[in-house]
């Protein structure tokens, strides 16, 4: 029972905050949008259970953090082309320390709550590093001598911003 009335929970909590942030995108979402946050809600039983900080232009915020499942996942690649983009290194930074994702989007600037996950690989000669802004990624990915490769993948999250880290 308490599973259910979890689910339940967790169900009217993306449908509302979905709903707040949806107001304030500057992009019209497509009903596979929705239907994968519905897919997303229903196939997440431990509801949404993680809040990571990411930079957003060299400022650090706090998002909520669910995957989407891979069914809904290619859905929303397929049909919605207002995904932004969530930059993450899962190799992590030099002393084992975490590599902060960064985003290219808040709220009241075309943010968009769905992400598609876009991997950051340091290539060989390069020490992996922090960066701060999507901006800095694109630049460390570009040019003759490229920092860094950037690879797409066919992960999405639904990744709502909940506020500015203090």
Same mark, same amino acid.
């Given at each position: ?5 979890? %689910?339940?929970?967790?169900?009217? @909590? %993306? ?27 229903? +196939? ?38 207002? @995904? ?53 990624? @694109? ?10 490769? %950037? ?14 880290? +203090?």
């Amino acid at each position: 029972m308490k599973n259910a009335f979890s %689910l339940t929970a967790t169900t009217a @909590l %993306l449908v509302a905050v979905f709903s707040f942030y949806g107001c304030q995108k500057e992009v019209t979402q497509s009903s596979a949008t929705a239907n994968a946050v519905q897919d997303a809600a229903t +196939h997440s039983p431990q509801g949404i259970s993680t809040e990571i900080p990411t930079y957003y232009n060299s400022a650090i915020f706090k998002i909520f953090f669910a995957e989407f499942s891979p069914n809904a996942a290619k859905n929303l690649i397929t049909h919605n082309n207002s @995904l932004n983009f969530i930059y993450q290194s899962d190799n992590g930074l030099p002393g084992d320390q975490p590599f902060i994702s960064v985003i290219d989007a808040i709220p009241g600037d075309g943010m968009n709550p769905v992400w598609r996950e876009v991997q950051i690989v340091f290539n060989p000669g390069f020490t992996p590093r922090q960066l701060y802004s999507d901006d800095e990624v @694109l630049a460390a990915a570009s040019g003759p001598n490229q920092e860094i490769t %950037l690879n797409m993948t066919d992960e999405v999250y639904w990744c709502p911003v909940v506020g500015k880290k +203090h």
